[in-house]
């Protein structure tokens, strides 16, 4: 009887976490403004069956919690007249085929934050006149590729931030435009941070790299070492070791000191990331 009951135990736990892997989709009402929202989470590769449920004139598809590796091509060429707003969210998506977005005209936001993409293609963003915000944010992107910024349509929003980019190509960005471009929390090189930041200057986009409360290396100490390059030329070997010694020289060669003690061996040489003042 025990070992019956055992049985009969893990056969509902079975059940019952195939219940909670099966994928759930809402038709919902978004307002300001008033739209139409399919909705599904915990889908997985079949996610294309659960596509085939929805209207073909909704203006808006999300996938949330799910475990799609894939996003194939022509995934969503039935709605290109109306889908204006398309998310998959911590999806486990590893990669996205060339003309999975293709047809999608209308398309205004396309976002895949928290997901398990290693690189950026041009290719996805072919065909998207419309395109305004964009998000690939908490993903493991380690490449942009240099025609992304050419293909691009003038954007809003652009959050590549949380990623594991040591660079952001900037060769092909003339024609680029946006309002706003988010890349915090990458690895940049101490040459590609001078890089990318001039170009921000000098076309006006905005970012918040710059912010108080950044926690990425400060511009700041880029600014300075490249001051001090012997050629006009970038050299992250020079700037890499100009940077360590530039915060060395503003930390004293003393221990368990103070701030007053701080400021004190500050006072001949004063620090440009420290106000002894406040």
């Known amino acids: 009887m025990k070992l019956q009951s055992v049985v ?3 056969a509902l736990c079975v059940l019952g976490l195939t219940e909670m892997a099966s994928a759930i989709c809402l038709l919902r ?6 739209q139409y929202w399919y909705q599904c989470f915990r889908s ?4 294309l069956s659960e596509l085939k449920k929805s209207p073909i004139d909704i203006p808006i598809v999300t996938f949330t919690n799910s475990r799609i590796p894939i996003i194939r091509n022509g995934s969503f060429t039935r709605f290109g007249r109306t889908l204006e707003t398309l998310g998959f969210l911590f999806s486990g998506v590893e990669e996205i085929e060339d003309r999975a977005f293709w047809g999608l005209r209308q398309l205004n936001v396309l976002a895949l934050p928290g997901n398990k993409l290693k690189i950026m293609k041009s290719v996805w963003f072919e065909g998207l006149p419309n395109l305004r915000r964009v998000s690939f944010e908490n993903n493991q992107i380690k490449r942009i590729e240099e025609n992304v910024f050419a293909v691009l349509p003038p954007l809003e929003w652009l959050d590549v931030s949380s ?3 040591s660079c952001i ?3 092909k960005v003339a024609n680029f435009k946006a309002r706003d471009f988010q890349f915090r929390h990458n690895r940049l090189t101490w040459s590609c941070q001078v890089l990318v930041m001039d170009w921000l200057k000098e076309t006006g986009i905005r ?3 710059l912010d108080f409360g950044n926690l990425d290396p400060p511009y700041d100490l880029a600014k300075i070492c490249v ?3 012997p050629t006009p030329k970038l050299d992250e070997a020079f700037l890499n070791k100009c940077v360590g010694e530039t915060t060395r020289k503003y930390l004293p060669p003393m221990a368990d000191y103070t701030v007053k003690d701080m400021c004190e061996y500050l006072r001949d040489k004063p620090s440009p990331f420290l106000d002894c003042s406040i």
């Open 8 to 10: 009969v135990f893990v």
């Open 163 to 165: 990623n594991k980019l």
């Open 44 to 47: 997985d590769n079949n996610y």
């Open 227 to 229: 001051s001090k390059l």
């Open 29 to 34: 009402n978004v307002t300001r403004p008033v």
């Open 207 to 209: 970012t918040d790299y």
């Open 169 to 171: 190509p900037t060769a």
